[in-house]
């Protein structure tokens, strides 16, 4: 029973489409976010939500919107794909002990 | 602002020798957690190892270990015998007792040569 499961693993698509990745949690955390991996590998902060409730927004272009019907679920909607774009999407549930990560979306814009 | 800091982006190790990653921290929390995750091609995100800050003794998991300085700030991970499927990128992390913000180093990556 995988404790965040992330959807879809790849996405390929066209510049100027609209797409959404998934996040569902089962592990009664409050706080999830999403990280943007560039191919430097360095893993940045895009949104935190605690309880559905926004905590942290990053410097992040309003082409991404983060929506969170329910503490469990956490998705990342993009508007009008760019280029830059392209990286892999990480998916993560926090409890005050560890990180549990979903297994990532690479998105590539063409 | 707390930011984690890891200053080798690249490391590499003989197969069973010793190697330490390197990563400091900033944050003006008393309590806090520290980590360190490994990332194998496969991207998928692994947690190593765990340190409480509240615990003076140094964090081990089989042949992993911390060396955790609070005052300095400095949270190094040692891999003993190093072996091929330890090459990864290595990743510090950190977060506050009050677990709303989980910061992540720049990345460590390591070769383990055969």
């Known amino acids: 029973d995988t404790a965040v499961s992330q959807t879809p693993k790849y996405l390929v698509t066209q510049m100027g489409n609209d797409k959404s990745i998934k996040c569902e949690q089962n592990?009664?955390?409050?706080?999830m976010y999403w990280y943007k991996q560039d191919s430097k590998k360095f893993l940045k902060i895009m949104f935190s939500?605690?309880?559905?409730?926004?905590?942290i927004n990053e410097t992040v272009p309003n082409r991404f919107s983060p929506k969170s019907p329910d503490k469990a679920h956490l998705n990342l909607h993009i508007n009008s794909l760019e280029l830059g774009d392209s990286a892999v999407y990480f998916c993560a549930s926090v409890g005050y002990t560890e990180a549990f990560f979903g297994q990532g979306t690479r998105l590539t814009v063409v | 602002a707390q930011t984690v800091t890891q200053s080798q982006p690249e490391m590499s190790v003989q197969e069973a020798e010793t190697v330490t990653l390197s990563c400091t921290y900033d944050t003006s929390e008393s309590d806090y957690y520290l980590f360190w995750y490994k990332q194998p091609p496969s991207r998928q995100m692994i947690l190593v190892i765990r340190q409480e800050a509240y615990k003076q003794q140094n964090a081990t998991e089989n042949r992993f270990s911390v060396n955790f300085q609070k005052a300095a700030k400095s949270f190094s991970l040692k891999i003993s015998d190093s072996q091929l499927g330890d090459a990864a990128m290595y990743f510090c992390?950190?977060?506050?007792?009050?677990?709303?913000?989980?910061?992540f180093g720049t990345g460590t990556s390591l070769t383990v040569i055969p």
């Open positions: 939500y605690n309880n559905k409730e926004l905590i």
């Open positions: 592990l009664g955390h409050d706080t």
């Open positions: 992390a950190y977060i506050p007792n009050t677990g709303n913000q989980f910061y």
